[in-house]
T-cell receptor, first 116, second 110 residues
Framework: AQKVTQAQTEISVVEKEDVTLDCVYE???????LFWYKQPPSGELVFLIR??????QNEISGRYSWNFQKSTSSFNFTITASQVVDSAVYFC?????????????FGTGTRLQVTL | NAGVTQTPKFRILKIGQSMTLQCTQD?????MYWYRQDPGMGLKLIYY???????DKGEVPNGYNVSRSTTEDFPLRLELAAPSQTSVYFC?????????FGPGTRLTVT
């Protein structure tokens, strides 16, 4: 069975600090996808990134960066120079690609609070 | 494109009542999903569908039913509402490897 663990329940930082959100996953599949979603206070889910299991290159998008390490089964997310608008719950998710439908397994989320 | 739409946005049910949560997508996606999100938790898969006429159970299907008569619509039915079904329900459709989520329906059963 697949599992995603986000051990950090809540993180509070002051604006402009860097913050890393941890994600550890378990799967027996050799082909899988990892995702990060943002859920702002308004409640919708905002897609941030998808990474496949064969691509371990780190990715940077503006102030966001992701570090995928298969050796430690981790897919961590760093926000550089955090802003108040980054306050949200962030979910890491794993997609099982066997069979006819990909099904997402979500972690329990990390609530990020950025204050002035 | 409206994307994935869900109705209603909010609903309060009494124990034992039934209701249908509506989900519609206008992107012609074959794959559709229903998730629930309990307070402080991640999303859990209730049911999914790989195309019209084909549905299957997810991780937490008990107490729910689905049907998929068209590509666009994937309604979720609660037959006998219980307090344990108080949650936020998200519908999603998929293209490629990305799932597109609706805005959610907040359901309270008292």
């Amino acid at each position: 069975a697949q599992k995603v663990t986000q051990a950090q329940t809540e993180i509070s930082v002051v604006e402009k600090e860097d913050v890393t959100l941890d994600c550890v996953y378990e799967t027996r599949d050799t082909t899988y996808y990892l995702f990060w979603y943002k859920q702002p206070p308004s409640g919708e889910l905002v897609f941030l990134i998808r990474r496949n299991s064969f691509d371990e290159q780190n990715e940077i998008s503006g102030r966001y960066s992701w570090n995928f390490q298969k050796s430690t089964s981790s897919f961590n997310f760093t926000i550089t120079a955090s802003q108040v608008v980054d306050s949200a719950v962030y979910f890491c998710a794993l997609s099982e690609e066997t069979g006819t439908a990909s099904k997402l397994t979500f972690g329990t989320g990390t609530r990020l609070q950025v204050t002035l | 494109n409206a994307g994935v739409t869900q109705t209603p946005k909010f609903r309060i049910l009494k124990i034992g009542q039934s209701m249908t949560l509506q989900c519609t997508q206008d992107m012609n996606h074959n794959y559709m999903y229903w998730y629930r999100q309990d307070p402080g938790m991640g999303l859990k898969l209730i049911y999914y569908s790989v195309g019209a006429g084909i549905t299957d159970k997810g991780e937490v299907p008990n107490g729910y039913n689905v049907s998929r008569s068209t590509t666009e619509d994937f309604p979720l039915r609660l037959e006998l509402a219980a307090p344990s079904q108080t949650s936020v329900y998200f519908c999603a459709s998929k293209r490629g490897y990305e799932q597109y989520f609706g805005p959610g329906t907040r359901l309270t059963v008292t």
